[in-house]
């Protein structure tokens, strides 16, 4: 689970039908009490984190979180040796870090599967997932009731972004368009690769276009990732999903975001059915389960009894 692009279509099918069950009658499962997780966040985090935590819990599993403030890392250890060192105390670890790619490049010194949880602007695979369940779920669990999704915010630096757009890829009927924040559009290898994957090449408008809002199915909406932006100053958001907006989408639209929000969602509409991202938390977790499931029994260590 380092990378969003090696997932297809029969794993998503296994995953979705895993995760409708992943409660039996309401009641967390347990089945995974003698595994432990190692969740190391070297990058702040609120919902990923306390999501597998409560996953691998659900699971009947254990939680060893990883504090990167009062790590030996302050006296100068190498990522390799920390990760090694994690390694060693779990049988999955869940890693997030700030640079694009060091998370793949840490599976060569862990001994155990390591699942990521964003790296940089890269990607963030689980985020993904519960992504595209949500959208499953809310369209009759058939990904053909969907066609057109709206991307807004900030598209060049969202790894949530990239990532849900690569399981998008396995529905080349979706028609994608972007409303990015001034200067912050999806960059040019994103838009070539979105157009040589989907049947329609992608469009992107600007907030002065009349924009055909009623014709959404979903609307992704993203914050503006201000750490990550080189510039000193940055514009503030100039789009906001306020009750207004929700009088011109279709009554049946959903409104995502992966949280945190900052200002792009006004709190306004948090009790419209239509705004869905606290119901993708929930949906995190199931989809945290059924992952931690088929990987811990995937990836099954010996068991030493001493
Ligand atoms: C996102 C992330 O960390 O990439 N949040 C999340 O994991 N739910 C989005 C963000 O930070 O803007």
Avoid at 132 to 156: A, H, P, R
Avoid at 282 to 288: A, D, L, W
Avoid at 291 to 305: A, C, M, S, T, V
Wanted: charged share 25%.
């Amino acid at each position: 689970m380092l990378s969003i692009k090696n997932i297809n279509q029969e794993f998503i099918e296994t995953l979705f039908l895993k995760a409708d069950t992943v409660y039996k009658d309401g009641i967390r499962p347990g089945g995974h009490y003698n595994k432990i997780l190692v969740n190391a966040f070297f990058e702040p985090s609120t919902r990923t984190q306390l999501s597998f935590e409560c996953a691998m819990k659900s699971l009947g599993g254990k939680v060893i979180n990883f504090n990167t403030n009062t790590s030996s890392i302050k006296k100068g250890e190498s990522l390799g040796d920390t990760i090694k060192t994690i390694s060693q105390y779990g049988d999955i670890m869940v890693l997030r870090h700030p640079t694009k790619g060091t998370v793949q490049d840490s599976q060569q010194y862990s001994d155990i599967p390591i699942i990521n949880a964003g790296d940089g602007d890269g990607e963030h695979p689980t985020q993904a997932l519960l992504d595209l369940y949500t959208i499953y779920k809310s369209y009759k669990n058939n990904m053909k009731n969907v066609v057109n999704i709206l991307f807004v915010g900030d598209c060049y630096h969202s790894r949530t972004i990239h990532s849900l757009l690569h399981l998008l890829y396995l529905y080349p009927h979706i028609c994608i368009y972007f409303l990015p924040y001034e200067g912050y559009a999806p960059s040019v290898e994103v838009i070539d690769e979105i157009s040589q994957r989907q049947t329609n090449s992608p469009i992107i408008f600007n907030k002065q276009d009349s924009i055909p809002f009623r014709i959404f199915d979903v609307i992704y909406v993203t914050r503006l990732q201000k750490e990550r932006t080189q510039l000193n100053e940055y514009n503030s958001p100039d789009i906001t999903i306020d009750e207004k907006f929700m009088e011109n989408i279709r009554e049946n639209c959903i409104i995502m975001h992966p949280l945190p929000r900052n200002e792009e969602i006004s709190t306004e509409i948090d009790k419209d059915p239509r705004a869905v991202y606290f119901k993708q938390i929930e949906y995190g977790v199931k989809i945290r389960m059924a992952l931690l499931d088929i990987l811990l029994n995937k990836f099954e260590k010996k068991l030493i009894i001493l």
